[in-house]
């Protein structure tokens, strides 16, 4: 349970109980603890990449082939389609595949999406609330719960296609900006402790290929990307309000600490203890003070 632990919630270390920061990084930041990373996670990679681009791949070449372009053009469910044409009374096959697969990519993106609102949080980017997991089944409750609220709030637009293509596009902006700071941290901090290192070609091809693609969405879709640029640039003010700002009022802090307590005793959450599996870290007057809320419950 420890070492999934720590694969799940990455580093230990606690610190800034009642305010906005939270734990900072430790000695298993970068690679979260994992069990022999160096070769676990380059076979997962090189596994599943390939695996995936060959059944997409031959998925799509059996659509090509099976169907017409009129029909393709045609079909709202191209897969449905294909199976209603090809499978005959066991064409209910592809709409149960299809909403399996659909259920697996929700299920995956629920433990990424909440897992960077509970890291945004260890790093004082977010309410410390966020980076706090149940007592018994350590998961990270508060961080699920604000990805579902946030989940639904997106929900309210009535046009699903514009949505999406708000979210691709930011995704896109970002995955290329993360690749980015793979080379900058490469170029200014070269001794710092990496479990998975690579040659710097790959991520420069990367980036050749994102910028081509991100340049063509802002010619095609300007209007698409420049509202998605507006949504993304809201956080700005949120940042400098709550990472930026350093002597809040006290009326602000301590309606963080109400938020954190509140939301500690409703979830039954608190900081990951995994400070003894490095044998590393020291319990100090911080970590200690971030029991007393569920110590308090218990007694009430």
Excluded at 23 to 28: K, L, M, S, T, Y
Excluded at 90 to 118: D, E, K
Excluded at 127 to 149: D, E, G, N, Q, W
């Amino acid at each position: 349970m420890g070492q999934l632990l720590q694969c799940a919630v990455g580093h230990p270390g606690s610190r800034h109980f009642h305010s906005w920061e939270a734990p900072g990084p430790g000695p298993d930041y970068h690679h979260g603890g994992c069990t022999d990373l160096q070769r676990n996670l380059p076979r997962a990679i090189f596994i599943s990449i390939p695996l995936v681009t060959f059944v997409y791949v031959f998925a799509n070449v059996a659509y090509v082939t099976a169907m017409s372009p009129q029909e393709l053009l045609a079909s709202n469910a191209v897969a449905v389609t294909f199976g209603e044409k090809l499978l005959g009374v066991m064409a209910w096959i592809m709409p149960i595949s299809v909403a399996l697969s659909t259920f697996g990519g929700v299920n995956g993106s629920l433990f990424t999406s909440s897992r960077l609102f509970f890291a945004g949080a260890r790093e004082g980017h977010l309410p410390s609330v966020l980076a706090m997991i149940h007592v018994k089944r350590c998961t990270p409750i508060p961080a699920l719960l604000f990805t579902c609220v946030s989940t639904l709030l997106m929900l309210v637009t009535s046009d699903i296609y514009t949505l999406i293509n708000y979210v691709g596009f930011i995704n896109y902006l970002f995955y290329g900006v993360t690749i980015a700071g793979q080379i900058v941290l490469r170029w200014k901090k070269p001794d710092i402790p990496r479990p998975i290192k690579i040659n710097l070609l790959f991520p420069i091809i990367y980036l050749l290929f994102w910028a081509f693609l991100l340049v063509f969405s802002l010619w095609s879709e300007p209007v698409v990307c420049g509202t998605g640029l507006a949504i993304m640039l809201t956080g700005v003010p949120v940042y400098f309000l709550g990472v930026y700002w350093q002597h809040k009022p006290k009326c602000f802090n301590n309606f963080i600490m109400l938020l954190t307590l509140v939301s500690q005793k409703m979830c039954v959450v608190v900081y990951p203890d995994v400070g003894g599996s490095s044998g590393t870290e020291v319990i100090n007057e911080d970590t200690e003070q971030q029991w007393q809320p569920i110590a308090s419950k218990n007694k009430d």
